[in-house]
C-alpha cells in the first residue's frame, strides 16, 4: 500500500523546515509568497491532502457535511427524487472540494443519535435535514448543540403549525428550503376536476412526514371549496414503495365506487398503479386516470405516459448546498422558496366515462 505524503516529505523536497511547510498550507503568516507558493506546488504535485480529524481536532472545519436518512431502506433504490437531490447537493459541494456524509437510519431517534455523535467527533461542519416531521425534534436539537443545518422541504412561512415546515418549533435559528406543496396539490386536484373527476384518491406517502399532511390537508381543503364530498376525495397513506403503492390501489380501485382518478406521491407508486390497473383490465385513461407527483423518466416512457408534476429536484438540492454553505461563511438563517412544481397534462389523464 502507497504511504500517504506528509509534511515532512514536503519539507525535504522543498528544502525547508517543517514549521514552515506548516505555516504556508494553513495560510500563516511566517513565509514569504514565493515559499508559499513553492511549498504548495511541491505539496500538490506529491498528492498531499489535509488531515480532516487533525483539522477537526485544531478547531479547524473538517471539510464536510452531513445527510442522515431516516428512512425504510427498501424505499430508497427505486425512488428517483433522492438520486436527483443528492446529485444536485453533490454538484455545489464537489466544487467546493467539500465531502458529502451519508447515512441510512431506522427512525427519527436514531438520526438524532447520528447528530449528536457527528458533532462530538467534529466530523461535519454542518447537515443537511431531510423529510421534515409534524412534530420534529431535529431543529430544536441542531440549535441546542450549534450545528449548522438547512432543513430541506420545510415550509417557508411562520406560524403555519408546523413550526415553519418541522414541527419542531426551529424559528429563527434553522436555515430552510422549501416548496409550495399546497399550491402543487390544488393545481393537480383542479386540473382533475376540470376534467369531470369527482372521486379522486390520493395515494399518500408516510403520514409523519410534515410535506404529507400539507397535501393532505391541501386535497381537502380544495375539496371542500369544489364542493366534492369528502368520502370521494380522500389520502390513502404509505411507506412510499412500490409494494404498498399497488397494494393501496388494488383496495380502492375494488371498493363498490372506485375512483376515477388517482394521485400518487412519487413516480413509483405511479407506476406501480398503472401496471394494476392493466392487470385488472382498468383503462387509463378511459376509465381511470393516473397523475403523479414528481415526473422523472420512469413517467416518460410508461405507456399511457404519466401525466406528473415537473420541479427541478436537483436544482433544490443545489439550492439546499449552496444555502448550507452561506450558513457556514456566517450568513444568517432564511427561509427560500424553490420554484414551483408544475403539471405537465399527458396521456394518463382525461375526462372519465359518461356512466362511471
Not at 25 to 40: D, F, H, K, W
Not at 65 to 81: D, N, Q
Not at 279 to 305: F, K, Q, Y
Not at 323 to 328: K, Q, R, T
Request: net charge negative; charged share 25%.
Amino acid at each position: 500500500m502507497a504511504r500517504r505524503p506528509t509534511i515532512k516529505d514536503i519539507a525535504r523536497r522543498a528544502g525547508v523546515s517543517e514549521s514552515a511547510v506548516s505555516f504556508a498550507l494553513n495560510g500563516r503568516p511566517g513565509v514569504s509568497e514565493q515559499t508559499r507558493a513553492r511549498i504548495r506546488r511541491v505539496a500538490e504535485e506529491l498528492g498531499w491532502q489535509p488531515n480532516s480529524a487533525a483539522r477537526a481536532l485544531s478547531g479547524e472545519r473538517s471539510g464536510a457535511v452531513g445527510l442522515v436518512l431516516a428512512r425504510p431502506a427498501h424505499t430508497l433504490g427505486v425512488e428517483s427524487f433522492f438520486l436527483q437531490l443528492v446529485s444536485g447537493i453533490q454538484e455545489v459541494l464537489s466544487a467546493e472540494r467539500i465531502a458529502l456524509l451519508f447515512q441510512v437510519v431506522e427512525d427519527i431517534e436514531a438520526e438524532c443519535a447520528v447528530h449528536r455523535r457527528w458533532w462530538a467527533e467534529r466530523r461535519v461542519d454542518g447537515v443537511l435535514v431531510v423529510d421534515p416531521r409534524t412534530n420534529d425534534p431535529r431543529p430544536e436539537l441542531l440549535a441546542g448543540l450549534g450545528l449548522p443545518a438547512v432543513l430541506i422541504g420545510g415550509y417557508g412561512g411562520e406560524g403555519n403549525g408546523e413550526g415553519g415546515g418541522g414541527g419542531g418549533g426551529e424559528g429563527p435559528s434553522v436555515s430552510r428550503v422549501w416548496a409550495d406543496d399546497t399550491r402543487a396539490m390544488t393545481e393537480v386536484l383542479d386540473h382533475l376536476h376540470g376534467l369531470g373527476h369527482r372521486r379522486i384518491v390520493h395515494i399518500a406517502g408516510l403520514p409523519g412526514l410534515a410535506h404529507t399532511a400539507r397535501r393532505v390537508a391541501a386535497l381537502r381543503t380544495e375539496a371542500e371549496r369544489l364542493g366534492l364530498p369528502a368520502g370521494q376525495v380522500r389520502s390513502v397513506p404509505t411507506d412510499y414503495s412500490d409494494t404498498e403503492g399497488a397494494a393501496a390501489t388494488r383496495r380502492v380501485l375494488a371498493e363498490p365506487e372506485p375512483p376515477t382518478a388517482l394521485v400518487y406521491d412519487n413516480d413509483v407508486m405511479a407506476v406501480a398503479g398503472s401496471a394494476v390497473a392493466a392487470e385488472l383490465g382498468i383503462p387509463v385513461p378511459g376509465r381511470l386516470s393516473i397523475v403523479a407527483w414528481d415526473d422523472s423518466a420512469l413517467c416518460r416512457v410508461t405507456h399511457p405516459r404519466l401525466t406528473a408534476l415537473v420541479r427541478d429536484t436537483a436544482g433544490f438540492g443545489r439550492l439546499a448546498a449552496e444555502e448550507l454553505l452561506a450558513v457556514l461563511a456566517g450568513g444568517p438563517p432564511r427561509a427560500r422558496e424553490s420554484e414551483l412544481p408544475r403539471l405537465e397534462p399527458r396521456e394518463s389523464t382525461s375526462p372519465p366515462p359518461a356512466a362511471y
